[in-house]
C-alpha cells in the first residue's frame, strides 16, 4: 500500500542554519505530496504541497520539490529561527482529495538561539 | 474565524466507560476525518465523513464509531475504551471536490486508565 517515510528525529540545529528534514514515498499512480507543520499544542497545518513531478512548493521560507524518479519530497529552509521550532510531517494523497491522506511518522525540529 | 472545534482538550477516563469527543466545523465543509497520533507512527486515520449521513472506515477503526447526522459535526464515539486507545486524537475537515487541504482541530489527549 501507500506509505510515506521520514528521517528519524529529533533534529536540533541552531539559528540559521540550513534544515533538510528527507521524506520518500511509496505510491501506485501520481500522488499528490504535502508537508504539515504542528506547532506545540496546536492542530496539523498545512505547509506546503506540490501536486505533480517537478513541481516545487514553497511557504514561509520552507521548499520541497516532488521528485519522481526518487520517489521524494525533501523539506528544505536556507536560514531556521527559534519559531520553526515544530513536528513536521510528510504527507501523501494516492489522488486528488484529502479522503485518503497517508502521513510520514513526523519529524520533531528544535531550533536553539 | 474558520476552525475546526474539538472537546474535550484532555481526557482520562478508566477502561470501559462510554466517551464521546466531540468535532464541530464551521466552514460549511463535506469532508471531515478522525485521526490519532502516537509517537513513531504519525497520524492515522480511523473514520472519515464524505457528507451527511455517510461515513467509511479508515485504517483503525476497531473500537471506535461515528455518526454525521448533520454537516458540521462528527462525533467520535469510544463504546467501552481500552488502555490501547490512549492516544492524541484529531478532527480534520475540508472541501470535497479538489479539497487537499485539511483543516486541524486542536486536539484531545485521551488517557484510558
Known amino acids: 500500500g501507500d506509505s510515506v517515510t521520514q528521517m528519524e528525529g529529533p533534529v536540533t540545529l541552531s539559528e540559521e542554519a540550513f534544515l533538510t528534514i528527507n521524506c520518500t514515498y511509496t505510491?501506485?499512480?501520481?500522488?499528490?505530496l504535502f508537508w504539515y507543520v504542528q506547532y506545540p499544542g496546536e492542530g496539523l497545518q498545512l505547509l506546503l504541497k506540490a501536486t505533480k513531478a517537478d513541481d516545487k512548493g514553497s511557504n514561509k521560507g520552507f521548499e520541497a520539490t516532488y521528485r519522481k524518479e526518487t520517489t521524494s519530497f525533501h523539506l528544505e529552509k536556507g536560514s531556521v529561527q527559534v519559531s520553526d521550532s515544530a513536528v513536521y510531517f510528510c504527507a501523501l494523497s494516492p489522488r486528488q482529495g484529502a479522503q485518503k491522506l497517508v502521513f510520514g511518522q513526523g519529524t520533531r525540529l528544535t531550533i536553539n538561539p | 474565524e474558520a476552525q475546526v472545534t474539538q472537546n474535550p482538550r484532555y481526557l482520562i477516563t478508566v477502561t470501559g466507560k462510554k466517551l464521546t469527543v466531540t468535532c464541530s466545523q464551521n466552514m460549511n465543509h463535506e469532508y471531515m476525518s478522525w485521526y490519532r497520533q502516537d509517537p513513531g507512527l504519525g497520524l492515522r486515520q480511523i473514520y472519515y465523513?464524505?457528507?451527511?449521513?455517510?461515513?467509511d472506515k479508515g485504517d483503525v477503526p476497531e473500537g471506535y464509531k461515528v455518526s454525521r447526522k448533520e454537516k458540521r459535526n462528527f462525533p467520535l464515539i469510544l463504546e467501552s475504551p481500552s488502555p490501547n486507545q490512549t492516544s492524541l486524537y484529531f478532527c480534520a475537515s475540508a472541501r470535497l471536490t479538489g479539497a487537499e487541504k485539511l483543516f486541524f482541530g486542536s486536539g484531545t489527549q485521551l488517557s484510558v486508565l
Open positions: 505510491a501506485t499512480g501520481y500522488p499528490s
Open positions: 465523513s464524505m457528507n451527511v449521513e455517510v461515513t
